[in-house]
């Protein structure tokens, strides 16, 4: 399905065969693409960014990130992640089996890539988005620790969004020695050669991430966080990936911007999207030009 406008992205809806529908297990994964050409086309093939949205966003909603790298010259997809998006609603493994998020990427990339050249290419993500790209770059999840998460052994906090979703989850699939093998999955390298640059904002998941992974990114990663963010608090969740990624660098977004001001229609601090998402374009053009 393909359907676009005037200034609107065209929006596609491809098929992963590989992997079933969370509601229908005969049917494959659907991975919803927005895609947009660069505000101004260069001569040459532009590179193309890939735009990861929060845990139950979607990438209909990432234009204060999309704006400013469209107007800087970049081709930009933003995509909505199956299970765990608005659009089409919420199931528990979208929040809860993050790594098949970089994997609908990667396959996305594989479609694009079959119809014309990529260039090159750099990812961007927002919360749990921000963990998906820096998966591209090569960070793993540590599987002892989404076990003891997902038995309970170690706290989870509640999702506003699916409140009660590690108890939905357990009900589709019983804690035994099966449901812990399948948890290899999360420790897969789930990096994409293709990616040679990523940028987080306010990312999730640092505490799940092993170091030793991180410690073997080689891409350049900038990080851009809330200082009152408690959502994705930055001891937590941004701390893990600025210390051990040898290649990242990143600042404050501002002391008081808290992780809903990025989302928000009435963020605290008006300017933080147009700034973060100007410091975005920046950081591919040094790195993907």
């Known amino acids: 399905m393909m359907i676009s406008g005037p200034e609107q992205p065209l929006i596609r809806v491809l098929y992963d065969e590989s992997r079933s529908d969370l509601r229908d297990p ?39 990130l999309v ?20 659009v089409d609603g919420y199931e528990p493994e979208g929040f809860l089996h993050v790594w098949e998020r970089p994997r609908d990427v990667s396959f996305a990339l594989d479609v694009l890539a079959r119809e014309q050249p990529l260039g090159p290419v750099g990812a ?17 999840l540590d599987p002892q620790i989404l076990w003891a998460v997902l038995t309970g052994a170690v706290p989870f906090p509640e999702i506003p969004e699916f409140p009660g979703v ?9 804690l035994d020695e099966s449901s812990r093998r399948a948890l290899d999955a999360a420790a897969a390298d789930l990096s994409d050669p293709r990616v ?36 994705t608090p930055y001891e937590v969740d941004t701390t893990p990936y600025l210390e051990h990624i040898p290649t990242a660098s990143g600042r404050s977004a501002g002391p008081d911007v808290r992780h809903d001001d990025f989302i928000t229609p009435e963020p605290a601090d008006p300017a933080v999207r147009v700034r973060v998402g100007g410091e975005a374009a920046a950081f591919f053009q ?4």
Do not use: C
């Open 26 to 64: 005969a049917r494959p994964r659907p991975i919803r693409l927005y895609l947009w050409e660069p505000s101004h086309p260069p001569a040459e093939p532009a590179p193309l960014i890939v735009v990861s949205h929060g845990t139950g966003g979607s990438g209909s909603t990432m234009e204060w």
């Open 67 to 86: 704006r400013p790298l469209r107007q800087a010259g970049f081709r930009v997809v933003a995509l909505d992640h199956h299970g765990n998006n608005f």
């Open 124 to 140: 961007a993500g927002f919360s749990i988005g921000g963990y998906t790209v820096g998966a591209l770059a090569g960070a793993r």
């Open 166 to 174: 590690l108890e939905a989850l357990r009900k589709k699939y019983p």
């Open 196 to 231: 040679r640059a990523v940028f987080q904002v306010a990312p999730g998941v640092g505490g799940l991430v092993t170091p030793e992974s991180l410690a073997a990114v080689e891409v350049p990663v900038g990080i851009r966080w809330g200082g009152a963010d408690t959502i």
């Open 286 to 289: 040094q790195h993907l030009r």
